[in-house]
């Protein structure tokens, strides 16, 4: 069979399936999580209302609220196992190697990990939502030869993540940056770290495989990388006078501007305004007001020589380095924040699954013999 026509590289253009979980529309700029935009849940919700949202389509009364925060900071702490082997990994590996290594063990350790009904998922969900945090902090604090750090369960997701990472919790105003990137985060329907998700997860394969792979997906500087990427062109570009040779000769060698374009979005990404007004509150409370007009000027010629529009990494990657993340860890947070929306698309797939398989043209050589023997 030779379909060349129906062809579309990447699946560009291409509709899968449907999902109730979020709306990206490029058309309005808009982006819906279970209905509501974006921006009104990062300015009012917390990134555990969000999570509850995602998974189970509604947002909780303060009952449901209650106890699901309360079983999330029941689970916050890692095992001594999951310790051991995030110090058995080198650390000279990516912090992603650490998480994927992380998640797999405690996948590999859930004598439920077979079982995939939906009580059985949500709660693996919530297990995997609760442990990132402690992974990320653990595994940055390690690399900079600091102890582990153990949850607290008297603060939210938010403040005990950033305490777990450095010993005290910041500014309110800090705190509310990496809430609402927690949120911009969460979900982006059929991105290829979700795809990849509902591809394993369509085999009927479990959910910590699942979860693997689409680390592994978000890791590459195309998609979740790009935010850690950004931070490096930064470093190489220096200053704001600086931006403009820089990326002339960057775009001569045909790099990739990293935190640039978008293959849904082609007038901007939805999520940017809000994560850029985080930006500007930390830029303003950290008084770094160079790295801003960096950020400024990269954007406007890449705007005015290629009309192309940043990308959420773009304004995430300098919030988190501003907070003090190391800048191996940024790809890290994602994933934190992107387990939501991950583990609610395993539990889409699984309730109309259908084995994804595509189909390709073949165009290797003709059929052809072995000389008999
Ligand atoms: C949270 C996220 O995952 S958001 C995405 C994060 N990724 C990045 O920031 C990496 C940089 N950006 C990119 O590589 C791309 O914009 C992608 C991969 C995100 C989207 O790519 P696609 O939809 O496949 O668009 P494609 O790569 O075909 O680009 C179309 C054209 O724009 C150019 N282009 C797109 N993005 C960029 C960029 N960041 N820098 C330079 N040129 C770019 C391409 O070179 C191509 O030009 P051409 O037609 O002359 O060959
Ligand atoms: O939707 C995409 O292709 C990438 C993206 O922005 C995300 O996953 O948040």
Known sequence: MTVTSDIRKGLNGVVVDYTAISKVNPETNSLLYRGYPVQELAAQCSFEEV???????????????????????????????????????????????????????????????ENDTREANLAKSLRLFAQLPAIVAYDQRRRRGQELIAPRDDLDYSSNFLFMAFGEVPAPAVVDAFRVSMVLYAEHSFNASTFTARVITSTLSDLYSAVTG???????PLHGGANEAVMHIFNEIGDAAAAE??????????????????????????????????????IEHYDRPALLSLYTT????????????????????????????????????????????????????????????????YNGPDERHLAAA
């Open 51 to 113: 999570a509850y949202l995602l998974w189970h389509g509604e947002l909780p009364t303060p009952a449901e609220r209650a106890a699901f925060e309360a079983s999330e900071r029941a689970l916050r702490a890692l095992s001594p196992a999951v310790q051991a082997v995030i110090d058995l990994t080198p650390t000279t590996a990516h912090p992603m190697d650490v998480v994927r290594t992380a998640v797999s063990l405690i996948g590999a350790s859930d004598p439920d990990a």
């Open 214 to 220: 689409a680390i592994g997906a978000l890791k590459g």
């Open 245 to 282: 040779g820089w990326l002339e000769g960057a775009l001569t060698e045909k790099r990739k501007i990293m935190g640039f374009g978008h293959r849904v979005y082609k007038d901007g990404d939805s999520r940017v305004p809000t994560m850029k007004t985080a930006l500007d509150t930390l």
């Open 298 to 361: 990269l954007e406007l010629a890449m705007t005015e020589r290629k009309g192309i529009l940043p990308n959420l990494d773009y304004p995430s990657g300098p919030a988190y380095h501003l907070m003090g993340f190391d800048t191996a860890a940024f790809t890290p947070l994602f994933v934190a924040a992107r387990i939501t929306g991950w583990t609610a698309h395993i539990m889409e797939q699984l309730e109309s699954n259908a084995l994804i398989r595509p189909l390709s043209a």
